[in-house]
């Protein structure tokens, strides 16, 4: 296997909207393109079984 040692990106289109996909040794972040703030999830949060948990609470501080 190649290790992950650095960031990779790439485009996705979900429905109409383009998001870029980040994933980089820490974890990965999915981002409206052109745009800043996303969702970002670390590995140890998918692995540990708190990727749901961290979602939603993202999405509730998102929408403040």
């Known amino acids: 296997m190649t290790p992950l040692d650095k ?3 790439r485009e996705v ?3 109409e909207e383009t998001y870029t996909l980040t994933i980089d040794p820490t974890g990965l972040k999915l981002v409206l393109k052109g745009r800043r703030n ?3 999830l670390q590995w140890t949060e998918l692995v ?3 990727a749901a948990l961290a979602a939603a609470l993202q999405a ?3 929408a403040k």
């Open 13 to 15: 289109q979900v429905g």
């Open 38 to 40: 996303g969702l970002e």
């Open 48 to 50: 540990n079984g708190d």
């Open 7 to 9: 960031a990779i990106r």
């Open 60 to 62: 509730s501080l998102d």
